[in-house]
């Protein structure tokens, strides 16, 4: 079975420039999460969708970042303007519903 | 607010000792609670899990201990192994579905051969 899929695996970008990560989850995941872990620090959920639903987003800077689930499937996660403390590793995971969370390899943003 | 908190930033075990990884969490509706392990350059991968209706949840080398009253798991290791090294976060939520997961910042295991 095909696990998590993320990309681009690295970026780096200028403070004020945009990016965006793009995810596939597990066939049959109906729940997908972005979270973001800044270095030596614990994952923090971004945002939980259900479905194409948004379940949680509570903690998105909602002034920078976006994220959507077109047709309940894949995901986009955007930051725009970027800011030097969003550098941190970006990471996607699914779940059937269930409390058990499959991450991705994440995605490594550095902006300078 | 740290909701889950791992103290030990880090924790150096001689192979074939036992490992003990802490984690207390201050909410009292956590109700679902999870260790996840993670190898540097790769997304946490799940290890184990319990419920609060259980004290305690057996997999093999691996075992969570649940103190309710105390807020408090522990995750045990026995015994370790040098492929143990790596980063263990815990984790909790709020009743099924996963929702409101709340990780700790982990403790980086050494198993020293």
């Known amino acids: 079975e095909a696990g998590v899929a993320q990309s681009p695996r690295y970026k780096i970008i200028e403070k004020r420039q945009s990016v965006a990560f793009w995810c596939n989850p597990i066939s049959g995941h109906a729940t997908l999460y972005w979270y973001q872990q800044i270095l030596g620090q614990g994952p923090k959920l971004l945002i939980q969708f259900q479905n194409n639903g948004v379940v949680d987003d509570s903690q998105l800077p909602k002034d920078r970042f976006s994220a959507e689930r077109l047709k309940g499937v894949d995901s986009t996660l955007k930051i725009q303007p970027a800011k030097l403390e969003d550098s941190a590793v970006y990471l996607c995971?699914?779940?059937?519903?269930?409390?058990?969370?499959?991450f991705g390899e994440g995605s490594w943003l550095t902006v300078v | 607010d740290q909701q889950v908190k791992q103290n030990s930033p880090s924790l150096s075990v001689q192979e074939g000792r036992i490992s003990i990884l802490n984690c207390d969490y201050t909410n009292s509706m956590f109700d679902y609670f999870l260790w996840y392990k993670k190898y540097p350059a790769e997304g946490p991968t799940f290890l184990i899990s319990i419920s609060s209706i259980k004290d305690k949840n057996e997999d093999g080398r691996f075992t969570v201990f649940l103190n309710k009253s105390a807020k408090h798991l522990s995750l045990h290791i026995v015994p370790s192994q040098p492929g143990d090294s790596a980063v263990y976060f815990c984790?909790?939520?709020?009743?099924?579905?996963?929702?409101?997961?709340?990780f700790g910042a982990g403790t980086r295991l050494f198993v020293k051969a």
């Open positions: 995971a699914s779940s059937t519903g269930g409390n058990t969370i499959y």
């Open positions: 984790a909790a939520s709020e009743g099924t579905g996963g929702f409101k997961t709340i």
